[in-house]
């Protein structure tokens, strides 16, 4: 840990370089010894600032505060570069990583089974599994939208309704040709385009 400071219209005491070493020093036994810091102490008029930058290779942390007296400022500076370096650990902590997928397996009332023999005596029983499923069904609601862009209002040629499909960026589109046959256009899953005619 390398420690650099600044003085503007400020003479730097060894009282303020101790306290700036021991509040480093808590940081050293969070972020370990490989940072750089720069404490840069201003004093402007009747207010003492104190501006201190962590350099890490992951970023940088920056302390600022303003006080009536050097020696809060640099402690307040400390707090809060304390606090942005136990907020970046937690989040740091928090992110994990997710285990490998092992593969489909199906859901627990699939997986409920049960093994039985089927026959008049135990001579001619034949083994049977009896798959259990749920006594309710699930169903979800269909949600519907209606809209009227993805069908065209005036009769158009395949070339001219490929385009406006293409513009309108639809999956489906359908149109009318010059004879008032419906037509459908229908993108897959591919990419190309179909047309369905409708009799």
């Known amino acids: 840990m390398t420690v650099e400071y600044f003085g503007r219209q400020y003479e730097i005491t060894p009282a303020i370089r101790d306290e700036v070493e021991s509040g480093l020093g808590k940081l050293v036994k969070i972020l370990g010894d ?7 102490l201003t004093v402007e008029k009747h207010r ?3 501006e201190i930058t962590v350099k890490r290779r992951r970023g940088h942390l920056v302390g600022l505060a303003e006080a009536a007296d050097m020696l809060i400022a640099v402690n307040q500076a400390l707090e809060h570069i304390e606090t942005q370096v136990l907020k970046y650990n937690g989040r740091r902590r928090a992110t994990h990583r997710k285990p490998k997928d092992k593969g ?6 699939a997986q ?10 135990v001579a001619t029983a034949v083994p049977v599994v009896v ?7 699930r169903t979800t609601e269909a949600h519907l939208v209606r809209t009227n862009d ?7 040629t395949i070339e001219e309704a490929v385009k406006e499909c293409e513009f309108r960026d639809r999956e489906v589109f359908i149109f009318r040709d010059g004879k008032g046959k419906v037509n459908v256009l229908h993108r ?4 190309k385009i179909e047309l369905i005619e409708v009799p």
């Open 188 to 191: 897959r899953k591919d990419g």
């Open 48 to 50: 003492n600032i104190a």
């Open 112 to 121: 409920a089974e049960m093994q039985m023999a089927v026959g008049g005596t």
């Open 34 to 40: 490989n940072f750089n810091s720069k404490v840069i």
């Open 150 to 156: 993805a069908v065209a209002m005036r009769p158009m």
């Open 104 to 109: 489909w397996t199906a859901p627990v009332e």
């Open 131 to 137: 798959h259990k499923f749920p006594a309710v069904a």
